[in-house]
């Protein structure tokens, strides 16, 4: 890693010297961000989920439905 250089007005920032990239040092912001990060990646995968259950029960239906008319149509 490089050197790192205070941001003024700023405690909790560096930025790396060789880079120009400008670091947050604040360990507990960082594990917010990642509990956040985790937090949107686990509601994402609900959402996949739900969207997944919601289509398979659409094709279920279709599939009763059908079902329900051939029977239908042997007692006519």
Same mark, same amino acid.
């Given at each position: 890693? @490089? &050197?790192?250089? =205070?941001? *003024? @007005?700023?405690?909790?920032? %560096?930025?790396?010297?060789?880079? @120009? /990239? %400008? !670091?947050?040092?604040? &360990?507990? #912001?960082? #594990?917010? /961000?990642?509990? !956040?990060?985790?937090?949107? &990646?686990?509601?994402?995968? *609900?959402? #996949?989920? +739900?969207?997944?259950?919601? =289509?398979?029960?659409?094709?279920?239906? /279709? @599939?009763?439905?059908?079902? +329900?008319?051939?029977?239908? #149509?042997?007692?006519?």
């Amino acid at each position: 890693m @490089g &050197k790192f250089s =205070a941001i *003024e @007005g700023h405690p909790n920032l %560096v930025k790396d010297t060789r880079s @120009g /990239a %400008v !670091l947050n040092i604040n &360990k507990n #912001e960082i #594990e917010n /961000a990642k509990k !956040l990060k985790q937090q949107r &990646k686990i509601k994402n995968q *609900e959402q #996949e989920q +739900l969207k997944q259950d919601v =289509a398979d029960l659409k094709n279920d239906m /279709a @599939g009763i439905r059908q079902l +329900l008319v051939q029977i239908v #149509e042997k007692f006519k």
